[in-house]
C-alpha cells in the first residue's frame, strides 16, 4: 500500500478498468486520480444502504402498526430480532466480500435490498415482517454499507481518515435530513406500501447502473 493518498500498487480488479476510461482520451484519463471517482461512487453507495437504516424505515412504523394491528413494542422486537440475525451473519459477509470483491457484490446486494423492500411492501403478520426487517438489515445495514466502504480503504492510506470522513458526512446528511422526509411525505400521500416499493426499486435501479 501506498503513502500520502496514493492508490494501492495491488488494486482491486473491478478498480483497474473504469467503463468511462475506454471512452475519454488518455490525455484525460492519465491525469484523474481515481480515487476520487471512488469515493464519490462510494459515498453514493452508502447512501443507496439508507433503506436499511434505522432513520428510513422509522417513518413507515406508525404506518405499518395501524395497517397490522400490532403494538410498537412488538414491532421494536421484531425489528430488534431482525437487526440481531443480521449483525451475526456480518463476519461471514466479510469473507464473502473479500473473495467476491466489492464491484460483484454490490450489485447482489442491490438486487437484494430491492427484493427486501418488496417484501416489506407485501408483509401481513408478524413472521413476513420479520423477514423483511432482517433483510432489509441484512442487505442495506450491512452489506451494501460494507461493500461501498470497503473500495475506499483499498485506494487510501495516509489520507483514508479524512476521506472517510468526508463520505460519512455526505452520507449522514441525506440518511439522516434528506431520504427520511422524502419517504414520510410520500407515505402520507401514497401509503406505506408504495412508499417502500417505491423507493427500494429506486435504489436497486440506481445501484445496478
Not at 4 to 12: I, L, T, V
Not at 22 to 37: A, E, L, Q
Not at 57 to 72: H, K, Q, R
Request: aromatic letters at 10%; a positive charge.
Amino acid at each position: 500500500m501506498g503513502g500520502g493518498g496514493e492508490p494501492s500498487r495491488e488494486k482491486p480488479k473491478e478498480i483497474k478498468k473504469l467503463w468511462w476510461t475506454t471512452c475519454c482520451p488518455s490525455c484525460i484519463t492519465d491525469r484523474i486520480f481515481y480515487g476520487w471517482v471512488i469515493l464519490i461512487v462510494c459515498t453514493m453507495g452508502k447512501i443507496m444502504s439508507s433503506p436499511g437504516q434505522s432513520p428510513c424505515i422509522g417513518p413507515t412504523t406508525d404506518a405499518i402498526m395501524v395497517s397490522l394491528g400490532m403494538s410498537e413494542t412488538k414491532i421494536t422486537t421484531l425489528y430488534l430480532f431482525g437487526t440481531l440475525a443480521s449483525a451475526f451473519s456480518l463476519p461471514q459477509r466479510g469473507k464473502g466480500l473479500d473473495r467476491l470483491l466489492p464491484l460483484k457484490v454490490s450489485v447482489g446486494v442491490a438486487v437484494g435490498l430491492g427484493g427486501a423492500g418488496m417484501r416489506l411492501s407485501w408483509t401481513e403478520n408478524a413472521p413476513t415482517l420479520l423477514l423483511a426487517f432482517f433483510l432489509l438489515r441484512f442487505f442495506g445495514q450491512g452489506s451494501m454499507m460494507m461493500a461501498s466502504q470497503t473500495p475506499i480503504n483499498y485506494w487510501y492510506v495516509s489520507n483514508r481518515g479524512s476521506r472517510m470522513g468526508i463520505a460519512g458526512a455526505v452520507t449522514s446528511l441525506f440518511m439522516m435530513g434528506v431520504v427520511p422526509p422524502l419517504m414520510y411525505a410520500d407515505g402520507l400521500e401514497n401509503g406505506w406500501r408504495h412508499t417502500c416499493a417505491h423507493h427500494y426499486s429506486f435504489r436497486v435501479h440506481y445501484s445496478v447502473n
